[in-house]
């Protein structure tokens, strides 16, 4: 079936004046020269397979491609065309999730978790040493033990933070980046990339962990991990109770990733694992990844990938996202009904950090590095590598911006791109079938492919520069006045309150 999708977006001149006369508003008539834009205004949004980018630009079709996923080899052969520009931003983000649900878990009337691990596992019939999680539920008044191994219930390997750990020693960064995406990429060892602007303040942590390509030790740390917790390795391959270990790696076919998990999976079957290769699109992926419960294990690890909406000087953010179960991006998803992965302790200083709960930077920068350091310990995700997006737009052009951390995505290039004499611009992206999937941000849809067309739709009062990261008015000005971390401001008695508890102002 042959999809087709259209949106064509008006951009409209606004124009707000706002005057006040002894509290009341009145209409201002003004003389003043105007300023005529550019003749485009009119964006048509068409759907553009990836394998139909360089015919589509020949044949017209389209003046712009949004989508930065353009394959290495593409993106030199469309360089060629004098007709075109080929731009680069560091706007796409890989890495690997690992599933690290338990396989049991044992409750206990009243708060036990003071107790040493040993008497929790013989209270419980387990290991101490297969023991994941300990946690006290007051509304219950429960005390629950997690277990990534358990005699009945079979074992996941990821559910022990060392074995996860030991994956970043598997992955072959460096050839992932030469090799499969022929240069057009980075590596990655952490949420941040070198190219984020808080990334020299947490360099020294990621060099200490030397997450070079070493399977020698990954087997090291692995085989101590597994052993202790009763695994055994009989005839080169892991297995729990005489049952062998079976990982269900779920990979995206779409683009690259495909290459990038079949590397891991032949890594892991080296190290003693078996493995299901579930090749998925994107709809089955998303579906099965994050709509069914960890605790199922229709999934051990799935390749996931990230398109960034710009940079920020100082992130609040991609730690709360990448790493702490509150914010809803952690294995459970914050879904009540799933097995949800906690941490009390990353919750506590990202919400911190999220919330602009510190007194001075110096504060911000000690959360933040805790937060990593307690991230890559536990290691839920392994990252990969940052793509250095390719996107491609006629010559003739004017007016974009290739964000840093964006690309054309960004912001900014929707409202004023525009071309000499032409008030349409075609643009094209790409569009990946799903049952739910229809290009409908408002819908509720928080795909790639969804939000980067909303952005020509909605004007946030502020945003990031689209360089430096910093925050910049948008459709309203701004002025901090501060009394300081500790002090009061006076607020302005006709100032509007929101009462949370009656539900209005």
Same mark, same amino acid.
């Given at each position: 079936m042959?999809?087709w ?7 409209l001149?606004?124009?707000?004046l ?8 009145? /209409? ?7 300023v005529?834009?550019p003749?485009?205004?009119?964006l048509r ?13 020949q ?7 949004l ?10 052969v *469309? +360089?060629?065309?004098?007709?075109l520009r080929?731009l ?6 890989v890495?690997?999730i690992?599933?690290p649900?338990?396989v049991y878990?044992?409750n206990?009337?009243?708060d036990q ?6 008497e ?12 994941i999680?300990?946690y ?5 008044g429960?005390t629950f033990v997690?277990?990534g191994?358990? #005699?009945?219930?079979g074992?996941?390997?990821f559910?022990f933070?060392?074995?996860r750990v030991?994956?970043?020693y *598997?992955?072959?960064?460096?050839n992932i980046?030469?090799t ?5 990429a ?11 602007p808080?990334f #020299?303040?947490?360099?020294?942590i990621v060099?200490?962990?030397k997450?070079?390509y070493?399977p020698?030790?990954a ?15 009989v005839g080169?391959?892991w ?6 270990i ?11 990733r495909r290459d990038v998990g ?6 892991l079957?080296?190290?003693? %694992?078996?493995?299901?290769r579930l090749y998925?699109?994107?709809g ?7 709509g069914t ?5 229709? $999934?051990?690890?799935?390749t ?6 710009g940079?920020s000087k100082y992130?609040?953010?991609?730690i709360?996202?990448f790493?702490?179960p509150w %914010? ?8 009540a009904?799933f097995?949800?992965y906690r941490?009390a302790?990353?919750?506590?200083i ?5 919330s602009?709960?510190f007194?001075? +930077?110096e504060?911000?920068d ?6 990593v350091?307690l ?8 990252w990969?590598a940052?793509?250095?997006?390719n996107y ?7 007016g ?7 690309g054309l ?6 409202r004023?791109?525009?071309a000499?004499g032409?008030?349409t *611009? ?19 849809f928080?795909?790639?492919y ?7 739709t909605?004007d946030p009062?502020?945003w990031t520069?689209p %360089?430096?990261?910093?925050p910049?008015p ?10 300081g ?11 509007? /309150?929101?009462?949370?508890?009656r539900?209005? $102002?």
């Amino acid at each position: 079936m042959n999809v087709w999708q259209r949106i064509t977006i008006y951009i409209l001149p606004i124009m707000i004046l706002i005057a006040s006369v002894s509290m009341s508003l009145s /209409i201002l008539q003004v003389d003043a020269q105007v300023v005529k834009g550019p003749a485009t205004d009119i964006l048509r949004i068409q759907r553009v397979p990836i394998t139909e980018v360089a015919q589509a630009f020949q044949a017209g079709r389209i003046d712009v491609y949004l989508y930065g996923g353009i394959p290495p080899a593409t993106a030199e052969v *469309l +360089k060629r065309d004098p007709s075109l520009r080929v731009l680069n931003a560091p706007a796409g983000l890989v890495d690997f999730i690992f599933n690290p649900a338990p396989v049991y878990i044992a409750n206990l009337s009243g708060d036990q978790t003071g107790r040493p691990l040993s008497e929790l596992a013989r209270l419980t019939g387990g290991s101490a040493d297969a023991i994941i999680n300990v946690y006290y539920d007051p509304d219950k008044g429960q005390t629950f033990v997690e277990y990534g191994a358990y #005699p009945g219930n079979g074992a996941n390997p990821f559910a022990f933070k060392d074995a996860r750990v030991a994956m970043n020693y *598997l992955i072959d960064r460096d050839n992932i980046v030469s090799t499969i995406y022929r240069g057009s990429a980075s590596p990655m060892y952490t949420f941040l990339s070198s190219y984020d602007p808080d990334f #020299p303040l947490i360099s020294d942590i990621v060099l200490r962990y030397k997450f070079a390509y070493n399977p020698q030790l990954a087997e090291q740390i692995v085989t101590s991990a597994l052993t202790k917790a009763g695994f055994q390795k009989v005839g080169g391959v892991w297995s729990y109770g005489g049952t062998p270990i079976q990982i269900n790696f779920i990979i995206r076919v779409e683009d690259e990733r495909r290459d990038v998990g079949d590397q891991l999976a032949t890594a892991l079957e080296t190290l003693g %694992f078996r493995v299901n290769r579930l090749y998925m699109t994107f709809g089955p992926a998303i579906d099965t990844v994050y709509g069914t419960d960890p605790a199922e294990f229709k $999934w051990h690890i799935y390749t996931e990938g990230w398109g960034k909406t710009g940079i920020s000087k100082y992130d609040s953010a991609s730690i709360a996202q990448f790493c702490a179960p509150w %914010f809803g991006y952690m294995p459970g998803w914050a879904e009540a009904t799933f097995w949800n992965y906690r941490n009390a302790t990353l919750d506590d200083i990202t919400e911190k950090i999220y919330s602009g709960n510190f007194t001075s +930077k110096e504060e911000r920068d000690s959360l933040y590095r805790k937060g990593v350091e307690l991230c890559i310990a536990e290691s839920v995700r392994a990252w990969v590598a940052t793509r250095l997006d390719n996107y491609v737009l006629r010559a003739d052009i004017r007016g974009y911006t290739n964000d840093v951390g964006a690309g054309l995505r960004g912001l900014w290039s929707l409202r004023e791109m525009n071309a000499p004499g032409k008030t349409t *611009l075609n643009l094209g992206h790409l569009w990946v079938y799903t049952a739910r999937t229809v290009w409908n941000q408002v819908g509720g849809f928080q795909d790639v492919y969804s939000v980067d067309i909303m952005y020509g739709t909605w004007d946030p009062m502020t945003w990031t520069h689209p %360089f430096n990261g910093l925050p910049i008015p948008f459709r309203s000005s701004f002025e901090v006045q501060t009394a300081g971390p500790t002090g009061k401001l006076d607020v302005p008695p006709d100032a509007f /309150i929101w009462d949370a508890s009656r539900g209005g $102002w």
